[in-house]
């Protein structure tokens, strides 16, 4: 495992590679006074990750006064541990999106991913951010479970909904594997996550935009008022919760529409060169009885800072699992075992250097909820973004156009598209969906803790025996539930203990340990 370079992270104790180029943390100072409304406040924005920070950013340029609020430190949370492939190549796939969408639905998710995709682009320009962002091609294959007609359909599909440029070829080029017939997506890009947010602060701080971390935000009282686990609050006229999985959600049960997953990635050194630059998926194990398909997802990342190396990272994700269904470690190491083998078996990597996981939220009908908090329609000023699975990166800057629009009152055609109070159409198969809801009731919500636990609410761990039963058991950097399930306690690094409430403050289930 990497060696870690600061704690304060919101989503698990593992390190991404993005890291190790931005060793220190991005951080501001505390909140430590109230904000009364007289200081006339614009617009409060709740978590410092891509939906956050691109909110800030484009209102505070559009000359609101925004301040932001981040619980741990900037991308504590699920932009530190992405692998940023900055696409439109969604993996729901737009055929899937058309049923549930129609094609006009599925046409405005096309159109708003590849704005997504511009709209970095020209802010990497206009601020003039280096963050080692590139166009490149994205490359699409059959898991072997998959057939050629789905390559077919998404092909039509994507046509119709306006990617005109993707095409079939026979296979990746230039890669070591025949990868057999595979989608082509011309002009993807990506970049480095931390390098570009860090650009994008800049800007929001050149704004007037203010920012502060290591602020956890404990109520949102609307329609204007937050507060801080310390005691202090801050009015403004507007609240945006861009938390990945909102902290609102006693009205508006968006949980019941989206299903949080756990997913794995390694970072392997490879020779410089010996991979052609692009951004990789395949289409996923089609037997899976994930929302969806569990699919692979690859690119390369060089370490700038390092002119002479004669390397790279390979950076291959997937493993995907329903949250909390896999607790113990032999199976969590089983992940990045499975990983290591399916990489071995295509690319020519050398030793692996990373292995981190991170949590994603597909929504039931594979788009993001983005807009009005479902609930607050009279006064129409607390906002939400969640639900970005896979595709995070470009729905938080969706996120960020969509919500500086509705609070600008400006029309925006996406807004219906994305709108959270929609009863989402589930996909297809039904035969799976009783399983499936069972699934849903376990796994409920354990992304919304943002404790120094990572909590899950799901079955008990299978493999209790390995674990501590009583605090004078615990190690550093274990966990316990306790008494009955009243108390969650943790020993950290440091071997100072921390005793919680086992209670999730947000519908009320009992978390349990996992050491990821
Ligand atoms: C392993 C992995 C690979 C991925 N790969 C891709 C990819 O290739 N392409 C892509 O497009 N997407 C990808 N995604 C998805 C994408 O990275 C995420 O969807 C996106 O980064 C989420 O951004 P966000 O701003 O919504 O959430 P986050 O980055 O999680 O930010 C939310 C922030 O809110 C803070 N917060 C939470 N509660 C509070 C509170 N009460 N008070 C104050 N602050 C709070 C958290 O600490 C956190 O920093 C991937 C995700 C993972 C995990």
Redesign the pocket.
């Known amino acids: 495992m990497n060696n870690k370079k600061f704690e304060l992270k919101?989503?698990g104790i593992t390190e991404?590679v993005w890291y190790d180029e931005v060793p220190q943390p991005i951080k501001f100072e505390k909140l430590k006074r109230n904000i009364s409304s007289s200081e006339s406040l614009d617009v409060i924005i709740?978590?410092?990750?891509?939906?956050?920070?691109s909110t800030a950013y484009l209102l505070s340029k559009s000359g609101k006064k925004v301040i932001l609020?981040?619980?741990?430190y900037?991308?504590?949370?699920?932009?530190?541990?992405?692998?940023?492939?900055?696409?439109h190549a969604l993996n729901d796939r737009y055929y899937n999106l058309e049923k549930l969408h129609g094609e006009k639905g599925a046409y405005l998710a096309a159109e708003s991913h590849t704005a997504a995709i511009n709209k970095i682009e020209s802010i990497v320009n206009e601020e003039k951010i280096d963050c080692d962002f590139e166009k490149l091609n994205g490359f699409l294959f059959l898991d072997s479970t998959d057939k050629n007609e789905s390559l077919d359909k998404e092909l039509e599909a994507t046509h119709r909904v306006g990617i005109k440029s993707t095409k079939i070829i026979s296979k990746v080029p230039n890669l070591t594997f025949d990868t057999g017939p595979c989608f082509l997506f011309p002009n993807q890009a990506q970049f480095h996550?931390l390098k570009y947010l860090k650009g994008v602060i800049g800007a929001i701080l050149h704004y007037e935009g203010e920012i502060y971390t290591e602020?956890?935000?404990?109520d949102i009282l609307p329609p204007n008022e937050i507060k801080t686990s310390d005691g202090y609050t801050a009015f403004a006229k507007n609240i945006v919760i861009?938390?990945?999985?909102p902290?609102i959600d006693k009205i508006s049960k968006i949980y019941d529409k989206q299903q949080a997953y756990r997913?794995?990635?390694i970072g392997a050194r490879i020779k410089k060169n010996k991979i052609p630059r692009a951004l990789y998926w395949d289409t996923g194990n089609q037997n899976s009885e994930n929302t969806v398909a569990p699919y692979h997802?690859v690119?390369i990342q060089s370490n700038k800072e390092d002119i002479d190396s004669k390397n790279d990272i390979l950076i291959v994700?997937g493993e995907d699992h329903v949250t909390g269904n896999i607790t113990n470690d032999k199976d969590i190491q089983e992940k990045y075992t499975n990983l290591e083998s399916w990489t071995k078996n295509r690319f020519p990597i050398e030793d692996i250097e990373f292995r981190?996981?991170?949590?994603?939220?597909e929504p039931k009908d594979g788009i993001v909820f983005i807009g009005h908090n479902p609930g607050d329609e009279e006064k129409k000023n607390v906002f939400i973004?969640?639900g970005?699975?896979?595709?995070?990166?470009?729905?938080?800057t969706i996120?960020g156009i969509i919500l500086t629009d509705l609070i600008l009152g400006k029309t925006n055609p996406w807004v219906s598209l994305y709108n959270p109070s929609r009863i989402p159409r589930e996909k297809s198969d039904n035969s799976k969906s009783s399983e499936k809801e069972e699934e849903n009731n376990n796994n409920n919500n354990n992304n919304n803790n943002?404790q120094e636990y990572s909590s899950t609410t799901t079955k008990k761990n299978k493999d209790s025996k390995i674990k501590p039963t009583s605090l004078q058991d615990l190690n550093m950097e274990q966990g316990i539930v306790l008494q009955d399930e009243k108390i969650a306690a943790y020993k950290d690094s440091n071997n100072k203990l921390h005793l919680y409430p086992a209670i999730c403050t947000h519908l009320g289930c009992t978390v349990t340990w996992n050491n990821s």
Request: some cysteine; hydrophobic content about 30%.
């Open positions: 919101t989503s991404s709740v978590g410092g990750g891509i939906a956050g920070l609020f981040e619980d741990g900037i991308c504590s949370g699920e932009t530190g541990r992405t692998t940023a492939h900055i696409t996550p602020t956890h935000i404990q861009d938390t990945n999985a902290i997913t794995y990635v997802y690119r994700g981190w996981s991170g949590q994603v939220l973004a969640t970005d699975s896979g595709n995070g990166i470009t729905h938080g996120a943002k």
